[in-house]
């Protein structure tokens, strides 16, 4: 297979602690597994790399927590990764240290990405969070002393407890620390979870208080001058994340680790969850064809998530005429032949408007 795949996944899956609402791979601890496992990500770099494009547009290290991996691996790794323009790191802030911030910066991460989540302690605890806020703060301080220009924060709404008053709050914290980026999404909690089972009743309520608040983020973010370029995404500028940027343009993409994804030449392939079973060189890979149907639903699916128009070229197997001419006439919609972009309140209703013009 030629050297064309442009963005590189990478999953480090230790964490200090496992929230009750994720439902990511993770390893709790494991500190005698983080070099063997660094060494396991760089065989299976080593046979994977032919696929790469040299250089990457995008190297995006998640987790689990990736700065909770021993501070020698993760160095070791980034300096065997392949050269990117954007090389990303997830960070929870109570990790986040002067000496990390700058060791990251040497090592050539260029954009982190931190886990606030919220800035409420009551709502932290809601969701088994470690950080409290002001870790929040000075995380923000290292990296930017360290020479970040390119922050990005996560926040939840929908936690359990939370109010409107809480969620407007936690927006205001937020631009105070002048982000350029900001990832807000909706909580969701995966059913039969300890979590479902200690908050089911709240989370019924705060379902029904969802649109209301994905509204008030829009309104804030985008009255504070940054732009709602994907649906739960807003930057400065044009500090949109590049890495996930792939992802939503239908872009192939090679995932290293436990539980990675990839997605290469019409195939879709997950490895293994196990831990022992990856650090002995076992994959146990699903593997998933993907016809041209598919390909093109999910074009679209992910297209539209976006604020740039879709090019329909080549996706008119997958969209239903009678549906599209119904969203349009709601005003949910616009389509001039060549390109499909959903409007304002389309934005809003996305998911169910995907829907109707899938059929």
Known sequence: MSAEVGHLYVHLPFCAHRC???DFVTAVGRSEHHGPYVDALLRELGEERH???EPLETVFLGGGTPTYTALTELVRLLGA???????????NPETVTPELARTLRAAGVNRVSLGAQSFRPHLLAALERGA?????RRAVAH???AGFDNLSLD?????PGQTVADLEADLADALALRPDHLSCYELEAKPGTRFTHAYGDELAH??????????RVVATLTGAGYRWYETASFCRGDKRARHNLGYWLGRDYLGLGIGAVSTIGGERRRNTPKLAHYLAGSYDREVERLDEDTRARERVMLGLRLDDPLPVAGLERALDPAGLARVEQ???ARHDRRTLTLTERGRFLGGAVTAELLG
């Open 51 to 53: 696929v790469l494009a």
């Open 206 to 215: 705060q379902a029904e208080a969802m649109e209301d608040y994905f509204e």
């Open 143 to 145: 990296l930017r002393h």
């Open 330 to 332: 709601l005003g949910l």
């Open 20 to 22: 009750g609402y994720c």
């Open 132 to 136: 409290r806020p002001d870790d929040v």
């Open 81 to 91: 990764l392949p050269p990117a323009d954007e090389v990303t790191v997830e960070a």
């Open 155 to 159: 926040l939840i709404y929908g936690i």
